[in-house]
């Protein structure tokens, strides 16, 4: 039998902390039967109404302090040593945890990362790496937001730690990896992109090309390289267009077919589609380029979205991601 | 009565050239009744089978050469005297036409204005205003691709010359300005979007803050700005996640209704829905900041979004627009 993984959680990070978070925790441990422990970090008398009895697999770990959703993520992290955050991140550093999860301020979960676990040896930028479901499945995108300013050979890491995650993650050899950019001619793009795009070209990795704002819900490759700022808003565009065009269509729906047969129906089955193209089931998003397994869930997570994080964080870990990017980076 | 408003097609521009663009041509003379009269401006052996018979308003321009969507905008431009995008273009110079549409090379149509009309005097950098449909109605994204690098004085130039042009187009006093961001702070984004928050601050206009991907579906400000190389990414993936979701749902509805009650009723209406937050409909997007009207048109335009770039093109001017963000720019 495998040896139990130790998840910490944020228990006070993200939008419906500590709630949300612990039903999540809870969830996860369903999941995965007896293979995970999870450890609480955050204010026990905050977290224990929420806990019926002690359950199984769930630890207690208690800090007086949180960093909010709108603090800066590096002063935070130095200042707050008794938050929840750098707390979880802390366990990890020193092998009290495999990994942790937090739905909190993104900025700090990554100053975190950087500052605690710190970097595997020879990456410059570490970058979120998040899933999101495309027409064929799903694709990953980075960086998602930790870098806002990059330089082209960061672009090039990102496409090579997302490879070999993706590849642990999925067991898909040599996945595909596209260039965000605006047109498929390698002429086309600002100076970063140009320069990317000639740099990518010069690696062994499976390097499709350019793709476009168009290609990304087609899936047209499984990875998606892109500095952070562009990979943000993509990700932030990509739920907001999606969710604004289901309620558009809820409302018609609505208004149409009122009392008429099937409506009901049909709703379910929309709310069912909508699941699935829902980026909250694709499992958190992973800080890569760091020395541990750090994963971050959506502020808005709900128990599912955290749960699915907790299990994503679990597989890193023993799909020995971070020794693999490790490895292959030297 | 008014003065007839000349526009000038380039008729051989675009995916679907010349067929779509002389429907479309007759569909803007059918809806501005007498006041419009538009010039034909290609290959007229290939623009005649189109044309019954010579209809009232046409009239045809013959060029030999045309500029494809893979060539070199500036070389093209400067080399092919003779194509449809370059002698529509200076016609307008010329003062032959008040205003020209192309459905061709975006990159090309962009170059053709700035070396055939030109800037206007005291813009650093024309770029392209695109209308996009959202929850509430539309808002204005520019630059959607002229500018593939840009300063933050340019973003701030965007930001004014799109105000001018709402103002003129929709009668909106003081329109409000977003800056597409990766967050609502002022503390937020790399460093050309930090720098243009703070110049954005500081001008007259109606700067509503950082707008997110999220927020541009929702229609949060009138006016959205950012760098030709976001804006034109954001443009393609709204376009294509919308796309997307709307084939998954006619996918559910057929397999999942097929054969019951109103389900071709449905479809319709999920047609109906679909058309209106088709941007091709908003009327094609103007080259702001050139010293004429020059309005741009999608690749792979139906004669419907010709027709509306054409009706955009002699709406801007009879407004006087480049008059308005000539005078206000002074």
Redesign the interface.
């Known amino acids: 039998m495998p040896e139990k993984i130790t998840v910490a959680i944020d228990a006070m990070g993200g939008d419906h902390a500590p709630q949300q978070n612990i039903h999540g925790a809870m969830q996860a441990l369903r999941k995965a039967k007896d293979n995970l422990r999870i450890i609480l970090v955050g204010n026990v008398d905050k977290i224990r109404p929420h806990i019926n009895d002690q359950p199984k697999n769930i630890l207690l770990k208690h800090t007086s302090d949180v960093i909010r959703m709108?603090e800066?993520p590096v002063r935070s992290v130095k200042k707050k040593t008794d938050s929840s955050l750098v707390v979880a991140a802390t366990m990890v550093k020193e092998g009290e945890a495999d990994a942790f999860v937090s739905a909190g301020n993104t900025g700090a979960v990554t100053a975190a990362g950087l500052l605690i676990i710190k970097r595997i040896k020879g990456i410059d930028r570490p970058a979120i790496a998040t899933m999101f479901p495309?027409?064929r499945g799903f694709s990953l995108i980075l960086d998602a937001?930790a870098n806002?300013?990059c330089r082209a050979e960061n672009l090039v890491e990102f496409a090579k730690m997302g490879s070999i995650y993706l590849h642990h993650m999925s067991g898909k050899n040599k996945p595909s990896v596209g260039l965000?950019?605006?047109g498929e001619?390698s002429?086309k793009?600002?100076?970063l992109?140009l320069r990317a795009h000639e740099l990518l070209r010069k690696t062994d990795l499976n390097f499709y090309g350019n793709v476009?704002?168009?290609?990304?819900?087609?899936g047209t490759s499984d990875i998606v390289v892109c500095?952070?700022?562009?990979g943000?808003?993509?990700?932030?565009?990509?739920?907001?267009?999606?969710?604004?065009?289901?309620?558009?269509?809820k409302k018609?729906?609505s208004k149409?077919?009122r009392g008429?047969?099937?409506a009901t129906?049909?709703l379910s089955?929309?709310k069912k589609?909508r699941k699935r193209?829902n980026p909250e089931n694709y499992g958190g998003s992973p800080l890569l380029g760091i020395d541990g397994v750090g994963v971050i869930a959506h502020g808005s997570s709900s128990p599912t979205a955290i749960a699915n994080a907790v299990l994503a964080a679990a597989m890193a870990v023993e799909l020995k991601v971070v020794d693999g990017i490790s490895e292959q980076i030297k």
């Open positions: 709108n800066h495309t027409r937001g806002a300013d965000l950019n605006i001619e002429s793009g600002n100076m992109y476009e704002g168009r290609d990304l819900p087609l500095d952070g700022f562009t943000n808003i993509a990700l932030k565009l990509m739920e907001g267009v999606s969710d604004s065009v289901f309620k558009e269509i018609e729906i149409s077919f008429r047969l099937g129906f049909l089955s929309l589609l193209l």
